[in-house]
């Protein structure tokens, strides 16, 4: 019987070297970490798999979290100048957004108030329960301002649990898809999960990241444990991210 049975494998071995490209370690900006400190203690863990390259997306939201070039920068100064105090200049930090597509998005696209992730990607998001109104004219706009829109965690849209072919339009229209790591194991649910493994083998997704906010959730990334099959799919994936945000 021994034979039906995979031995699985740490997930955090697979991420020495890893770039980061969606996390909330930013302080008190959003949902993520609440204080310098907060980032300091996940940054660290990062570091003990040996992922010390991060792209930090906090979200902008309208009426949500307003957050803007200003108000990411401030943020990202104040945290380089702890890692710097703390004698952690080896971490190398950069940052971007998780845009929300909402009744805001728009204007601040055509404003050049985005915040793209290495210049020519941009992060985006929408409610888990039903599409943006002006999503495919977004996604239009992403690709007229010359960027490559990137959907966040396609996973855990429920109202595409089972919609292959919605999937696959949204590829068509040329939109990337980014995996949460922890999407793989139950952290979100059953049917994400489900969601995640069918879209790694269908060969969807185009690059991943940990969609970090807090301990809890990087204590969770440190105990998964994935088969062998499910590693060999995703790290060209890994690679792949690394290849194209280092």
Known sequence: MLHFFSKK?????????????????????????????????????????????????????HNYYPNNIVSITTALDLLKNALTMSNMQDVHLEAAAEHMIDSNFESILQNKQVMPLSKFYILIEMSYLQASINFDNSVQLISENRLFPILAHPERYVFLHGRRKKYRKYKDQGILFQLNLLSLSDFYGKEVQKSAHKLLEEDLIDFIATDVHNMNQINSLKAMRLSNKT????????????????
């Open 231 to 246: 590693l060999e799919i995703l790290e060209p994936i890994i690679e792949k991210t690394i290849a194209n945000f280092s």
């Open 9 to 61: 494998k740490f997930l955090i071995d697979s991420l020495e070297g890893f770039v980061d490209i969606h996390n909330h370690i930013l302080p008190g900006i959003d949902d993520g970490a609440k204080t310098v400190d907060d980032s300091l203690e996940l940054i660290k863990s990062f570091s003990d798999f040996g992922c010390n390259s991060f792209i930090a997306t906090p979200h902008i939201m």
